[in-house]
């Protein structure tokens, strides 16, 4: 235990004389040391090196250092003890005044966003007075709704080519930015489900009525402002949709600042629309109080811009008044106002897909909070507070996943300035083939397994319009269920690419694929709105020849937008088969799936209460109610609509483009096939009144099953397993699904594949007693037979600890989770478990679907039996006390 550090009483014999620099200790016998100053600096350069000695190293220090012989080791011992509880005080008091500085800061921000909602309210009810007189005097004869109150004019060419007139337009973009950002310019709304506060990552707003699609944000980041500036003028570096951003004229301001004239181009994020690109000015200056302003607006006319012929495949969009306003805070770090304001001219698309340029949101989620969520992830890199896994620099991590995402995103564009030109393709076809041939992945590359061929690189996509199906729990589910819609054999081929340079189709070496694929993560952003993980799909070869020979594939991937609670959110599943050990440069050839919500104004209701419908057993406690709101006013029930885009890349040999353009076009049609079946095994048109999906073929609904794992605990424990609070119905249900134990519910099914001889037969029903003991045996003796201990059902506490969805719970045994000291447990208690109904198991380390551990006290199994026959229906488990370790 470390000591208090006090004033001298007394100095010990063994301290030696001292002056007022001297470190001075209290002993156990209560006696006072005094340490010289040299002797105190070889101390700290042990401390330096190991804070912590042990009893050998203390007395090795002495034997080494004259000058500490004449201490003994417990007072050294002692020292190191102070010196380690001072270390611990100063980086405490050290954090604490960093989260007071944040508070503080985060403090202002809330101050001052409610002096301008204040305003707000302010100028509402003076234009409510206004008009309530105008109805009084004048009959209405206009629609007082209008799109906007304040509308921020068109803006003309004007003398842009001059540089008095770029100033001009510069001075003018600063006034009106300013006014959005802090003031009253645009009516401004909470962004559903943006909660402020300290622990919060910003304040979001988005545009309720003004014209074109607006979105602002308010932000603290631990970065100073020119860093902010710098990074977030490179738009390309984080807006995961820009293509390209070019700087074509730059000249110093007579104030100080910088106007710049830029062409930047956005990708499409569907092969239903065009792409957009944008002409505008941008002026970056320094305000009197010291903020950095970097404002941006769209310069209109005729000839602005790139020739007509760069822009070919490119609709031109306007950019009204936006931009970024960063001020120092006192202690470091900035806090930074950004606002993106956009006609992003939705005539250009078909109408279905018009919701998705006229939505607030969309702009919010893609540009606005990215951009401020990009600039907190560097901030926390640079403080070194990101840990990524296998060894990888955050960076270099961060590269992979806009690697990915930009070759996705080419993919599905498929610019002709980039080598992509359609395959024989009418208008007909739901699937377009694109072909690059001038593809030389090799070229952007110094690694030797890069792609190196004659051929190209062959782009099957399509598009689809889904119902009522929440994008992010379709690509969850795409994600943790890949055997439900992919060949491993085709993921085989584009890996192969990666391992040899032979392209031939079909014949590679024969390789049987268990469907089994591991997730092991890479990193996250801080938020966790987006993931980096290997996919390893385990496989062996049939041959005996190259049987030592490794057969798994292995893919990169992100997946991004899987928070349901999340509003106007793109959710996407995007990957690229790697090589077992990936170089920082390796080649990548993404695909992928993006699925978008399409919100309109007469779902924006709705879409709120479908954001927290989740595929698990809480759904069962609202689904009434929600599915009340999803009938209007007349009757008419409301459609929750979405587009869903795929795009799969292949290499190809030049001899073999038809053959791989056809595997490509079939296998993209089979993928919307088994999506179709999903999504439509997910929506809740396929619900049971009372449950969600079901979690297997056999489960009772919601408030059956909960009413029977409660009344066979008390029957078998003899006590309530949720007290007497909770006596039936909804009130059982909503306490099962929130009590603080993980509770899962497991059945066991013993498939026969093959027939047993005789003699095995006569040992199946003692070998049933220990089911992983059979798993084994059969699994070493061939016979045909799994035991498949089956998670059925997980409340709340149970999916967390597993790290998964009701919907992917069917897919996990029992034996998985445990490790082997769990698993004998498991076995040696299994037979008591089935003669008397229930047992205990003491505690132990599980893990979890993402590979975590968990430690937990205690496990309480108990047969779950159902009303009317007493059988028994399934296995529940009860892990008590369950945390990662």
């Known amino acids: 235990m470390a000591m208090a550090i006090v004033p001298n009483r007394e100095s010990s014999s063994s301290g030696g004389g001292g002056g007022g620099s001297l470190s001075q200790h209290m002993t156990d016998s209560g006696k006072y040391v005094r340490y010289t100053t040299e002797q105190v600096e070889a101390l700290e350069r042990v401390y330096a090196e190991c804070p912590k000695p042990s009893s050998l190293r203390r007395q090795q220090l002495i034997r080494e250092c004259p000058i500490l012989s004449n201490i003994e080791p417990k007072q050294i011992k002692v020292w190191f003890q102070n010196r380690r509880c001072r270390e611990k005080q100063r980086k405490e008091s050290s954090r604490l005044q960093t989260v007071n500085r944040k508070l503080t800061a985060m403090n202002k921000l809330l101050m001052e966003e409610n002096d301008r909602l204040q305003k707000q309210v302010s100028q509402l009810v003076c234009e409510n007075g206004f008009m309530r007189q105008q109805l009084q005097t004048t009959p209405a004869t206009t629609d007082a709704s209008g799109d906007s109150i304040v509308n921020t004019p068109q803006h003309s060419l004007r003398d842009a080519n001059s540089p008095a007139g770029l100033l001009s337009i510069a001075e003018e973009t600063l006034a009106e930015f300013i006014s959005k950002a802090t003031g009253t310019a645009v009516d401004w709304v909470q962004m559903p489900g943006m909660k402020p506060g300290p622990d919060s990552v910003g304040i979001f707003a988005i545009s309720q009525r003004c014209s074109g699609v607006a979105a602002r944000a308010c932000g603290l980041v631990s970065l100073e402002p020119s860093k902010i500036a710098e990074i977030l003028k490179d738009r390309p570096l984080w807006f995961r949709d820009c293509r390209n951003l070019e700087v074509f004229t730059v000249f110093p301001a007579s104030n100080g600042g910088t106007i710049e004239l830029i062409y930047m181009q956005v990708y499409a994020p569907t092969t239903l629309a065009p792409a957009r690109d944008f002409w505008t000015l941008r002026y970056t200056t320094t305000l009197e109080n010291g903020s950095l302003v970097v404002c941006e607006r769209s310069l209109s006319g005729s000839g602005a811009g790139p020739s007509a012929a760069a822009a070919s495949q490119f609709v031109r969009a306007e950019m009204l008044p936006s931009g970024y306003l960063i001020r120092s805070c006192e202690g470091g770090g900035s806090i930074i106002h950004i606002v993106d304001h956009f006609n992003l001219e939705a005539w250009s698309v078909p109408e279905v897909l018009r919701p998705l340029y006229e939505s607030s949101k969309v702009v919010a989620q893609r540009v606005t909070i990215a951009a401020l969520r990009f600039v907190r992830q560097i901030a926390q890199e640079t403080n070194g507070e990101v840990v990524y896994g296998l060894g990888r620099q955050p960076a270099v991590l961060r590269n992979f996943s806009q690697r990915l995402s930009r070759g996705f995103n080419d993919a599905i564009n498929g610019f002709n300035d980039n080598g992509w030109t359609q395959w024989n393709c009418d208008a007909g076809e739901d699937v377009i083939i694109s072909i690059n041939s001038s593809k030389n992945l090799s070229a952007t590359t110094a690694s030797p397994n890069a792609f190196a061929f004659a051929g190209g690189i062959l782009c099957a996509k399509a598009s689809m319009l889904l119902h009522n199906v929440p994008p992010a729990v379709l690509v969850r589910f795409l994600r943790e269920h890949r055997s439900e819609w992919a060949d491993f054999n085709v993921d085989a081929y584009s890996a192969s690419s990666l391992k040899a340079a032979s392209y031939a189709y079909p014949g590679m070496r024969p390789t049987k694929f268990t469907g089994r694929q591991v997730i092991m993560p890479l990193g996250h952003t801080i938020e966790h709105e987006e993931m980096l993980e290997v996919i390893r799909l385990e496989g062996h070869s049939l041959s005996e020849d190259d049987a030592f020979l490794s057969r798994d594939i292995h893919l990169l991937q992100i997946c ?27 080649p990548l050839l993404p695909s992928g799936f993006r699925v978008i919500p399409l919100n309109s104004k007469s779902t924006d209701m709705l879409e709120s209460n479908m954001a927290s419908r989740t595929l698990d057993l809480a759904s069962s406690l609202e689904v009434r109610s929600r599915a009340a709101s999803c009938v209007g006013e007349e009757g008419k029930s409301c459609d929750v609509r979405s587009v869903l885009t795929i795009a799969l890349q292949f290499p190809f040999e030049s001899s073999l483009q038809d053959n791989v353009a056809s595997m490509a076009r079939q296998y993209v049609r089979s993928v919307i096939s088994s999506v179709q079946r999903v999504a439509m095994a997910i929506s809740p048109s396929g619900m049971l009144p009372s449950l969600g999906p079901k979690s297997s073929l056999g489960s009772p609904e919601a408030l059956t099953l909960a009413h029977w794992i409660c009344q066979s605990y008390n029957y078998h424990l ?16 909503k306490s099962l699904w929130h009590y603080q134990d993980a509770i899962l519910c497991c059945t066991l099914k013993v498939l026969q594949k093959l027939p047993f001889l005789a003699h095995l037969h006569r040992m199946k029903k003692k070998l ?83 590979g975590r551990h968990i430690s937990y006290d205690q496990v309480v199994a108990w047969k779950v039996l159902s009303g009317d026959d007493n059988s028994v229906h399934c296995l529940a488990f009860s892990f008590v006390n369950w945390s990662f370790v």
Request: glycine share 12%; net charge negative.
């Open 718 to 733: 003899g006590t309530e397993l949720l007290g007497s609070d909770s006596v039936g119905g909804d009130s059982l249900l």
């Open 768 to 850: 049933l007693l220990y089911p992983f003991l059979l798993n084994e045996m059969g699994s070493i003796c061939g016979w045909g037979v799994q035991s498949l201990p089956l998670f059925i059902f997980a409340n709340q506490a149970g999916l967390d600890m597993l790290e998964t969805t009701l919907v992917a719970l069917q897919d996990i045994t029992l034996d998985k989770i445990f490790d082997e000291s769990g698993r004998k447990a498991l076995c040696d208690e299994f037979a008591q478990l089935m003669q008397q109904g229930f047992t205990c198991f003491p505690g132990g380390v599980c893990m979890s679907t993402m």
């Open 560 to 586: 991004s937008g899987i928070d349901e609670s999340a509003i106007g959110v793109c959710s996407e599943l995007v990957f690229a088969p790697i090589d077992e050990m990936f170089p920082d440069d390796a």
